[in-house]
């Protein structure tokens, strides 16, 4: 198994934990994760509001770098994994809408072929927690982990972008893919019903009244429901949970302090790698583990 | 807008038919990849699955009608569809499958296209401003990006982002140095060759 890897700009920045432990838990799963040459920028949600065949465009020539590298696994269609949920939806819409959209393509390819390169629908996009449960196995995951996360209580949030409109291994409402995950770490999966509501996206920046109101939300409902973690699996719902909370309890008031880590983080936890390789340094909600292992787990220090 | 005063006493409030643009429904509904637009039933499923509905002008539900009826300039100046967060649950849930986050894209593009936007709202000025950026370097650099964001929406708002930006800085998140591609005018080629297609 190999992969073709895009980070996108999130993870070269504010996301930098999330790319640190992703390639250090698909390193101890040996299952390695080749970056993608020379991409750029997938567009995002800002790219789409401005011109919509430009967006299209950008987003089409990551496609075309990697259709290049050839057949992927068995000769398939090369798979690209994608982390960042923004990168992820806008990679899979491209495609999607190109096949659909024969004049949108024919714009499109001729922005490509200025640049060398064709988009013609060879390449799977795929998001890191398809390949951990579909390729890659439950079982495999929990034969590495060295320190089971017992008692520890596991809020997984999906956010929106991950499930919602295009992925195909999961539901867009009731996903199970992170909690199943999170349960073969040996830790408690909570259930609640919020996993997939939108935490607020780029408003935290540009209305913060609103994006930190619908931060907060989310961050209440899991401690009402006792978790000691949130873990997500997108740069930018974990900036907007994790490095708003003071200014949530500045401006909103009931103060909160929950700590956000990404899921590959808390795998790298269990399978015992080195912090620093997890970036668990970054966070701003230090993550301690002793206080979760009340109900009988072994305390494990972090 | 409506024209104003019909006589001293009396305040006209509702726009004549005349006064609509009938084909703006097609318009959006064109570029929102679907005529689906005019099958919607009116039942407010956006409404209740769309976690932003709370801060809008209009509900989705209410876009979707006012498109429909050609109530341009109130749709193409309204906060709604900048508020929108891209995050699909309406798409996912409306029953008659109409692509509502497509057309709400879709009014931001003819919004940013006319130059009608809220003035000095801030939303619409992150995604222009994120646009250029992409298409200096190929890629996003956040620092830079919200140093010009602030700079043309709120310079006092940068002073109060102080503390959580030195933390990101020390944290190792923050970084100056610009991220690019190899070529940095390769998106440009790119993209102006698109434009001209």
């Known amino acids: 198994m190999s992969y073709c890897y895009f980070p996108g700009c999130s993870l070269k920045s504010t996301g930098r934990a999330y790319e640190e432990s992703l390639l250090a838990v698909f390193r101890a799963l040996e299952v390695p994760l080749q970056e993608l040459d020379d991409w750029n920028c997938c567009g995002a949600t800002s790219y789409m509001s401005v011109d919509e065949v430009q967006a299209f465009t950008l987003a089409a020539r990551n496609l075309g770098l990697a259709e290049k590298l050839g057949g992927g696994n068995g000769h398939g269609p090369m798979d690209l994994v994608a982390p960042c949920s923004a990168c992820y939806l806008v990679l899979s819409k491209t495609q999607r809408y190109l096949v659909e959209h024969a004049d949108l393509a024919r714009q499109v390819n001729s922005g490509l072929q200025a640049v060398g390169l064709t988009c013609e629908n060879r390449v799977r996009v795929r998001h890191p927690l398809d390949i951990l449960v579909n390729d890659i196995g439950l079982e495999r995951i929990a034969k590495l982990v060295k320190e089971r996360l017992k008692g520890l209580k596991v809020a997984s949030y999906y956010g929106c972008q991950v499930v919602r409109p295009f992925a195909t291994f999961d539901s867009p409402w009731a996903p199970t893919t992170m909690d199943r995950v999170v349960e073969a770490l040996g830790a408690k999966a909570v259930k609640w019903p919020l996993k997939t509501r939108c935490c607020g996206g780029t408003l935290i920046g540009t209305v913060p009244e609103v994006g930190l109101r619908l931060s907060q939300i989310l961050l209440q409902e899991a401690q009402r429901r006792e978790a000691d973690v949130v873990v997500t699996v997108c740069p930018l719902c974990q900036y907007n949970l994790e490095c708003n909370q003071d200014e949530m309890g500045r401006r909103l008031g009931e103060p909160i302090r929950l700590p956000v880590l990404y899921l590959t983080q808390l795998m790298g936890l269990a399978f015992g790698l080195p912090e620093r390789d997890l970036g668990m340094q970054r966070l701003f909600v230090p993550f301690r583990r002793t206080a979760a292992a009340q109900e009988g787990g072994r305390a494990v220090h972090v | ?197």
């Open chain 2, 1 to 197: 807008m409506v024209s104003g005063q019909a006589s001293r006493w009396v305040h006209r409030s509702m726009k004549y038919q005349s006064e609509l643009d009938s084909g703006f429904g097609e318009k959006i509904a064109k570029a929102a990849y679907g005529e689906k637009l005019f099958s919607c039933i009116q039942c407010g499923t956006c409404a209740a699955t769309c976690p932003v509905s709370h801060y809008m002008d209009y509900t989705p539900r209410r876009i979707i009608a006012m498109v429909r009826e050609g109530f341009r300039d109130e749709v193409l100046n309204c906060q709604t569809i900048w508020l929108c967060a891209s995050c699909y649950s309406c798409t996912v849930d409306c029953p008659k499958e109409i692509k509502i986050t497509d057309v709400m894209y879709a009014l931001k593009q003819e919004a940013m296209t006319q130059g009608i936007y809220p003035k000095r709202f801030p939303i619409p000025i992150l995604a222009r401003e994120f646009f250029r950026g992409v298409e200096q370097a190929g890629r996003s650099n956040e620092g830079p990006l919200m140093v010009r964001f602030f700079l043309k929406t709120n310079p006092l708002g940068m002073i109060r982002n102080i503390p959580i930006a030195w933390r990101l800085w020390r944290t190792g998140r923050l970084s100056l140095r610009q991220e690019h591609t190899r070529d940095k005018n390769t998106v440009r080629t790119l993209l102006r060759a698109a434009k001209k297609a």
